[in-house]
């Protein structure tokens, strides 16, 4: 006799389920905050650094 | 209500684990610079400051009228290491004392020596002052190579900074962070096993998601800060700063992709336990 059990397929998208809302909260802040920091990178760099 | 609470923790584990990721990454980068007298530069970093160097000299023997070749020897090996061992404690100075040290600058009278004993330099008229300008250019051009930046402005700037935030106590906090994260990741993993004391694989079930969740958190950040294409911005402001910020960023690569790669590894583990005894049972 056999006893099924649930065979724990699913748990392999459990990672990418947990880490969504972090991936999409970093979409967003990339997205949001991602032009402008990269702006203030380059003056950084620009006012900072001789050639 | 238990499982809700046990992904809650898992969530926020997965947090943890990739904030000590990240900071670890952060502090191994900063580390050397605020330890004693300064990071030993790298040997292909100094090899490749040398190349630029011969560039520069020769421009340089051009503009001045001197023989490259004696001056470029003179400024090679020790000197360089000297040069590179003076800009690290620059760099020191700011990132303990938040504000820029002294300008590290060559043996002077050494390179005059070595321009006056140039034919095509004693030939000159006036070779004490060729050489001696010759010599304060070579020294300037050789400086930028090693330390690359407008001091006045970065000094400027830390003391703006400094008056908003404590800079020091914000670079030590930095520096400790990584060891608070990973003793909240601990906490954490010792809550969800209490929870789970009954079921070993589920206890695993939570950790392994969460190890999981902060491999794919630490790749996306990693990716984030690949495309925002600061090596480009460098390389058009400044040959050297990008010399030096490969030898940065290649640490900083691998060592990313180390801590997600074990991480990868210990929710590969985890979960595959977890469904071994979840598989089907035959009796």
Known sequence: MSIKKKNGKGVWAAPLLLALPLLALLAAAAIRYGPALVRLINVMIKAAVTA | ?283
């Open chain 2, 1 to 283: 209500m238990k499982k809700v609470v046990a992904w809650v923790l898992a969530f926020l584990l997965a947090i943890a684990l990739a904030l000590f990721c990240l900071t670890f990454v952060f502090r191994q980068a900063v580390l050397p610079g605020t330890v004693g007298k300064g990071a030993k530069a790298n040997s292909q970093v100094v090899s490749a400051e040398q190349e630029l160097i011969r560039e520069r000299v020769t421009e340089l023997a051009g503009l001045y009228g001197f023989t490259p070749g004696p001056v470029i020897d003179a400024v090679s090996g020790e000197a360089l290491d000297e040069l590179n061992a003076k800009a690290a404690l620059w760099w020191n100075t700011v990132l303990t004392e938040g504000k820029a040290g002294t300008r590290p600058k060559l043996d002077i009278g050494m390179l005059r020596e070595v321009l006056l004993s140039d034919p095509l330099v004693a030939k000159n008229e006036d070779s004490e002052a060729l050489a001696e300008t010759a010599a304060d250019a070579v020294n300037e051009s050789v400086v930028r190579v090693v330390l690359p930046v407008r001091q006045e402005i970065v000094s400027y700037g830390m003391r703006k900074a400094g008056q908003k935030i404590d800079l020091i106590d914000m670079m030590d906090f930095l520096i400790r962070v990584p060891w608070a994260a990973l003793a909240l990741a601990l906490l954490l993993a010792g809550l969800i096993a209490l929870m789970e004391s009954r079921r070993l694989s589920g206890c695993l079930k939570y950790i392994g998601s969460a190890m999981g969740a902060a491999a794919l958190t630490v790749v996306a950040v990693a990716v984030l800060a690949a495309l925002a294409g600061v090596r480009p911005m460098i390389q058009v402001a400044s040959r050297s700063l990008a010399i030096q910020y490969d030898g940065i960023r290649t640490g900083m690569v691998l060592r990313t992709a180390g801590l997600a790669a074990v991480l990868a590894a210990g929710c590969v583990l985890c979960l595959t336990f977890h469904r071994r005894s979840a598989e089907p049972n035959e009796s």
